[in-house]
């Protein structure tokens, strides 16, 4: 590994932020973790590996960093970090510059896309607090495990606490216990799983999405389905000057059906909103119900696009034609970064990236 840098100019007057170092760290699929490293007072250090990733979060945050921030003079090293192993598999780990970063503000951008990952990231995370930095954040936009946040027999293991458990053994750093930011977890109330050894940040892509829907040449014929009372619980606070339609699973038999429970969606353009998406099932009877009650266009709304087996192929692009053959529009965010490579370039998909939710957050 080697690294060039020059040494960033006196400060030219008071008020400037304070400084940020930003790690960054995000799998791809070869297997390998790269960083990028950002000092705001005028240190600005990235990872090439990086930006040849153009899919996944960390290639868009690092260039909205750069292209959002001008006005400072950036000096550069370039550093990369790859995730080896050892002979019986087990990752051989390492934080390049262990040295230079003591005294800074350090934050871990995490996607925990696999069971495999968590293991590998985990031993980061548990390192860097070590390291005598001022504070850290770990920056997780999927919370993967939690949908498994309940039992609802006696033997049932609820892995969203799992998860949350080991989070919060985390190391306290010199500046207190570790930031933990999440996106759109499933259940707000797995807040409570954390232990006070981490502050857990719960962020929203909703604020993404109404900006969209305010571009659309139709935004004034919006109107918000949920597939399920549990979305609109979960988010209908954050859409409430928009018309909402409720759907819901009844039982004909033996089978449970997608119906309209409230709200009217004849000649609305109708956005469903949810979470996340797995195989989909719910998000594709719920678009056939909304045409068939005389919706003129259906489009859709994940913060976490997972589709497990490629099940994103299931969803058709309605090509400019009725709702009941697919889909206008697709958003998720690239919290699932190997959801992004897929999807990349395929309608009704369209990506909102979190970069400069998660830049806003971070204080940049």
């Known amino acids: 590994m080697s690294s060039t840098t020059t040494q960033p100019p006196p400060s030219s007057g008071e008020g400037l932020p304070a400084s940020l170092y930003i790690l960054a760290a995000a799998l791809c699929m070869l297997g390998f973790i790269s960083l990028i490293y950002l000092y705001f007072n005028r240190w600005f250090a990235h990872a090439p590996s990086m930006q040849q990733q153009q899919h996944g979060l960390a290639a868009t945050l690092n260039k909205w ?8 003079t950036w000096s550069a090293s370039e550093s990369k970090a790859a995730t080896q192993k050892f002979e019986d598999g ?14 800074e503000h350090v934050a871990f951008l995490a996607s925990f896309s696999s069971p495999g990952v968590i293991f590998e990231q ?61 996106y759109d977890i499933h259940a707000l109330q797995e807040r409570f799983y954390f232990d006070d050894n981490v502050l857990p940040c719960f962020e929203s892509g909703i604020p993404l999405l109404k900006s969209r829907l305010q571009q659309l040449p139709d935004s004034d014929n919006i109107s918000i389905a949920f597939p399920d009372d549990g979305a609109w619980k979960r988010f209908h ?9 409720i759907c ?14 409230e709200g009217d969606p004849k000649g609305r353009h109708v956005v469903i909103v949810d979470d996340l998406v797995q195989s989909g099932g719910t998000l594709i009877e719920c678009q056939k119900v909304l ?42 965010t690239d ?27 971070l204080q940049i």
């Open 65 to 72: 960093i750069l292209d959002t921030l001008p006005k400072f």
């Open 90 to 103: 087990f990752p051989n780990l390492s934080i390049p510059n262990a040295h230079g970063i003591r005294g």
């Open 122 to 182: 985990l031993s980061i995370s548990y390192a860097l607090p070590k390291l005598f930095i001022s504070s850290f954040t770990l920056v997780l936009p999927f919370f993967p495990t939690g949908t498994s946040e309940r039992m609802e027999e006696e033997g049932d293991i609820a892995t969203a606490f799992t998860l949350a458990r080991f989070l919060s053994n985390i190391p306290i750093s010199r500046g207190g216990p570790t930031s933990v930011v999440i």
């Open 237 to 245: 606070k954050q859409l409430q000057h928009f018309p909402m339609i």
């Open 248 to 261: 819901a699973k009844v039982r004909e038999g033996d089978q449970r059906i997608v119906r309209i429970k």
């Open 291 to 332: 045409a068939e009650h005389g919706a003129t266009k259906v489009s859709a709304y994940v913060t976490h696009g997972v589709f497990p087996k490629r099940s994103w192929e299931r969803f058709a692009h309605d090509k400019g034609g009725s709702p009941d053959s697919g889909l206008t529009y697709f958003w998720i």
């Open 335 to 361: 919290s699932c970064p190997l959801t992004v490579k897929e999807v990349k370039n395929k309608p009704p998909f369209e990506v909102l990236s979190l970069a400069s939710s998660i830049a806003a957050t």
